[in-house]
């Protein structure tokens, strides 16, 4: 029998078996007495800032202790270890993430609420999505799209920044290192004094690039060199804040090509990919008085990605830019936004309510769009309730209406129920309706060139979807010790979903309709067992997809599973944290548009698990800390796959999951003076 596979399954086996009796034999029926082990403070959708316990939304959080433990540089290395989350590599483009199944634009990413703008290929690279400065992050599954509008069917991850707290000075500096060429260094620096505080942090990421065999010059992961620089200021109101963000970010992805050896020369053809981000966002945070919290934030995004190709003599290492137009391309889209919410929160009081609106607007330049530039504006208004008629249950009803210059778009309405049974149980109920609107590249892409003939249709439709979630808590809690289990249920429909269709095969002509639907379902469980000196989590997921598309032979579901275990034990009398982290990944199947031969197909990724290692070690008072350990300890590289073939490239009967079993170690060093509370 094929060992590895009780690699995958023997971990998750023993967990089941031996945790129910583990804890209660060390937890007894004691939920009197309180703990602090699991009090996140949220703000994802919250009417002001909210434990994880109290809100009417199921919100998983990863705050940075946890960030640092899996050593993790970037939103996908986090993600990866994460139940019921998918992570696609591509090595152009980078990173991508599916929730519950469903991926690309459906999936809404924030930072402080503002969402991130530039999507290539219908996602945002995970890759360019920095952790130096982030405190938390919060992942809301199923749709947001009451509280966030468009792209929020998926779910919803919203990175939260690290703020100033207290008075006095503060400076840091970190660096990393990784067996597979990773090598990052980042600098922080923070001043509070009256009422005024900053926070300046500057990084830089560099990756040499990987393959699994050397070939001298091309290489499966792209080398990568990435800076980022953040600052954030604050004024302390009377009643508030105010506060100033500029964030920037530059990289340069490298795509060397084969040497071409010819009598007398010898060059390569190379490709550049060069992306910039400025991100500019002023937030107002008060309370009107002891009943009324206002919320507005403005924000300013540009992002471009340019393609260069060249020519390179390999001999004199001299470079000559292409001369052909559809070899270079060139993107810029600046994306501005406002949204503000009026929340009336009095506790004890049998309903509570919110009032917000949203407007966005949307300029996309390009070579490749139709007249070169394009823009999309809408205007929003919405409104929830909270409303405790009932005794421990909380009844949150809420509405959007959107009114989008380019589509028709539906009313949105949610509903979120939380009832606490008693002091052990709650119980989650949810029906959320989302929508996502034809993104301007999906209505006015023109991209014609000897390879490619795609086409936009400006008469999309906006895909819709119906959400349904019924969730538990059990939590028992001794003065420090929390045993949670959590149980999850799931259904989702996906219509009117935007896809790519092949029009004429010897043409390559594609244009994109709304050709499909789209459903899942599934159910999740989660078991959390903590203490000072150690903790324990293990999951399971069992996901079904179906896809209907034109031409498909059968409506059937494609059921996968996902199994997660994290363990950690702490040495608190030397400051000392051992920890692991695996994840295994079932095999993979749907029906799949193949846009170069105009049929559908059956795709799949057969299963692999990822498994990872850790120490950790603090110093005086965690002014230093070090982490070091293994990262796939299983040595995953590339797995047999069947990829059908895309508008950008050729279909493919593998998949690239990982670089392979390597090391690494990081150290922090973080100093503070005059500091007070």
């Known amino acids: 029998m094929d060992a590895s596979r009780w690699l995958y399954k023997v971990p998750f086996l023993v967990m089941v078996i031996f945790w129910p009796v583990l804890a209660f034999c060390q937890l007894p029926p004691d939920t009197t007495a309180k703990t602090h082990l699991i009090n996140d403070v949220i703000v994802t959708g919250q009417y002001g800032e909210n434990s994880v316990s109290q809100s009417v939304y199921k919100v998983r959080v990863i705050d940075a202790k946890r960030i640092q433990l899996l050593g993790a540089n970037n939103l996908k290395d986090v993600l990866t270890n994460e139940l019921n989350v998918r992570i696609q590599n591509d090595p152009a483009l980078g990173g991508s993430m599916s929730i519950q199944g469903i991926s690309g634009q459906n999936i809404k990413i924030m930072i402080d609420g503002v969402p991130v703008v530039g999507r290539e290929g219908g996602f945002i690279d995970l890759n360019q999505l920095n952790l130096n400065n982030i405190e938390r992050i919060e992942l809301v599954e199923g749709p947001m799209s009451v509280n966030f509008g468009t792209d929020a069917l998926g779910g919803v991850i919203n990175l939260i920044t690290k703020k100033a707290t207290g008075t006095g000075y503060r400076a840091g500096v970190s660096g990393y290192y990784e067996s597979i060429g990773q090598y990052n260094m980042s600098t922080q620096f923070g001043m509070a004094k009256g009422k005024w505080s900053t926070d300046i942090q500057i990084a830089r990421n560099y ?336 996901t079904g997809i179906q896809t209907t598309l034109p031409g498909a032979p059968n409506q059937q579901y494609f059921f996968t599973h996902e199994a997660r275990i994290n363990a950690n034990y702490i040495l608190t009398k030397i400051a000392l944290t051992a920890s692991v982290f695996y994840k295994y990944n079932g095999l993979i199947r749907n029906f799949v548009y193949d846009t170069q031969t105009g049929n559908v197909v059956t795709g799949f990724i057969n299963p692999f698990g990822l498994l990872d290692a850790t120490l950790n070690k603090t110093w005086f008072n965690n002014k230093i800390t070090v982490t070091a350990g293994v990262k796939n300890i299983l040595n995953v590289m590339n797995i047999a796959a069947s990829i059908p073939s895309g508008v950008h490239s050729n279909g493919s009967n593998t998949a690239s999951i990982a670089m392979g079993r390597t090391v690494f170690v990081s150290l922090a060093m973080q100093l503070n003076w005059n500091q007070t509370k």
């Open 207 to 542: 990756f040499d690039g990987f393959s699994p065999v050397d070939t001298t010059r091309e290489q499966t992961w792209k080398p990568r060199m990435q800076y980022f620089a953040d600052l954030g200021i604050k004024y302390q109101l009377k009643k508030g804040t105010l506060r100033y963000t500029i964030s920037g970010f530059t990289e340069k992805v490298t795509s060397r090509g084969k040497p071409n050896i010819n009598p007398g020369s010898v060059f390569a053809r190379d490709v550049y990919f060069f992306t910039n981000r400025v991100s500019q966002s002023l937030f107002y945070d008060t309370k009107l008085n002891n009943h009324f919290h206002l919320n507005m934030v403005g924000a300013v995004n540009i992002y471009s990605r340019v393609r260069n190709t060249y020519y390179k003599n390999l001999v004199t290492l001299q470079e000559t830019m292409v001369p052909l137009s559809y070899e270079q391309d060139t993107n810029k889209v600046i994306a501005s936004m406002s949204r503000g919410t009026l929340s009336h929160n009095t506790p004890g009081r049998k309903w509570n309510y919110q009032l917000g609106y949203e407007a966005n607007h949307e300029l996309f330049n390009g070579g490749k769009i139709e007249g070169g530039q394009q823009q999309m504006w809408d205007v929003n208004a919405f409104t929830s309730m909270e409303i405790k008629a009932i005794p421990h249950m909380l009844i949150r009803p809420g509405i959007r209406a959107v009114y989008n210059n380019k589509f028709s778009a539906p009313l949105i309405p949610s509903l979120n129920i939380k009832w606490d049974v008693n002091s052990f149980t709650t119980i989650r109920a949810s029906y959320g309706k989302g929508f996502r609107a034809p993104s301007l590249k999906e209505q006015y892409l023109d991209f014609v060139d000897p390879s490619h003939n795609v086409q936009g249709n400006p008469d999309l439709k906006a895909e819709t979807q119906n959400n349904y979630q019924l969730s538990a808590l059990f939590e028992w809690k001794k003065t420090n010790k929390v045993f949670r289990i959590e149980p999850l249920l799931f259904y989702n429909h996906i219509r009117n979903r935007i896809d790519l269709m092949m029009l004429n095969a010897s043409t390559l002509e594609a244009q994109y309709f709304n050709i499909s639907d789209f459903r899942n379902r599934g159910a999740n469980l989660t078991i959390d067992y903590r203490t000072p000196s150690y903790s324990l989590v293990g999951g399971y997921a069992y």
